[in-house]
């Protein structure tokens, strides 16, 4: 059994109950859910995920203090708290007295401040481009299993798209990344006798080149280890993971240089016949840095468009 097929579970069988009998007036109007970090809000959990932070909770998210105040917020945790402990087979740890917990009641207020820096999940420009892509991730991720009054939801299917010019502002600086990594240095340090530094090189255009991918999907880049397991089920250009595993697991010497650069300029011819059909590009060719740079004329703010190219690269 999967985390969020657990946690949507216990929730039915004992959270929802809980809710209707302790707090009849509220039931309906908290947000409840599995999201957040861990595997499990994005499906990726298996056997060995289960060895920590693995339980059969779930989030209740609270609107702010001038709504619910903070004497109900406290019954709820203490009505949390006495759930039972074991369900299923798998046992739910303490929660613990000094904050941190990912699963229970929590402020949603709290919960977007810690990972956009903003209480309502308003966000700037400048914002928007410092963000770390896995956090936006965090957000939207998951299922909530009831809507209550519906502002989760709504600020969810808000966040769900960044702004065309910020994406395009990525775009541009992951492509030119690519471009030097793959396309440039990785010849350049088997040119030196640099077999290391070439697979550093590799691993430089890969990281941009999934990057790339996922902004091409309209769709945030997760916490790297969960990379590969989300590139395999995206809409567009999936399959380059198999590329990728071979780029980032062979060596540099003999037939596999050329096979390697080879597989490199593939990438790239993929994802350029990619910008070109979402009308991101005007460039003819197959240089990744001319792309880089004609997506970026796109940008229709002036100022984002002459920041910088590398400005929202993390």
């Known amino acids: 059994m999967q985390g969020l097929e657990l946690s949507r579970a216990y929730f039915e069988t004992y959270g929802a109950p809980m809710l209707q009998t302790q707090f009849p007036d509220w039931a309906d109007r908290l947000a409840v859910g599995l999201v957040g970090s861990g595997s499990e809000c994005f499906g990726f959990d298996d056997a060995v ?8 909770g779930f989030c209740i998210f609270l609107p702010e203090e001038d709504v619910l105040d903070r004497r109900t917020a406290f019954q709820l945790e203490r009505a949390y708290a006495g759930l039972p402990r074991e369900f299923l087979g798998f046992s739910r740890p303490r929660l613990s007295p000094v904050g941190g917990n990912r699963r229970g009641v929590i402020r949603l207020g709290d919960f977007l401040e810690a ?3 903003s209480r309502n999940g308003s966000l700037s420009l400048a914002a928007w481009l410092r963000l770390q892509e896995q956090y936006l991730a965090e957000i939207v991720g998951g299922a909530l299993f009831r809507e209550g009054d519906g502002e989760f939801a709504a600020l969810r299917a808000r966040l769900a798209r960044q702004p065309a010019d910020v994406r395009r502002k990525k775009l541009a600086g992951r492509l030119l990344l690519m471009a030097q990594a793959g396309q440039y240095n990785y010849g ?4 030196h006798g640099e077999p290391a530094a070439a697979q550093l090189a590799v691993g430089e255009f890969v990281r941009h080149a999934i990057a790339v991918i996922f902004l091409l999907n309209e769709r945030y880049l997760p916490y790297y280890k969960w990379q590969f397991r989300a590139l395999r089920a995206l809409r ?12 980032l ?9 050329q096979a390697k650069a080879d597989l490199m300029e ?4 993929a994802v350029i016949a990619a910008l070109r059909e979402q009308g991101l590009t005007e460039a003819v060719c197959g240089d990744l840095e001319k792309h880089a740079y004609s997506v970026n004329d796109r940008i229709a703010d002036p100022d984002l468009r002459n920041a910088h190219i590398l400005t929202a690269v993390e």
């Open 236 to 247: 567009l250009l999936s399959g380059e993971a198999e590329t990728f595993e071979l780029l």
């Open 49 to 56: 995920s289960q060895d920590h932070d693995f339980e059969p």
């Open 249 to 257: 697991t062979t060596d540099n010497s003999g037939e596999m240089v």
């Open 266 to 269: 593939n990438t790239a011819s």
């Open 115 to 117: 990972r956009t820096g």
């Open 188 to 191: 350049r340090c088997i040119a």
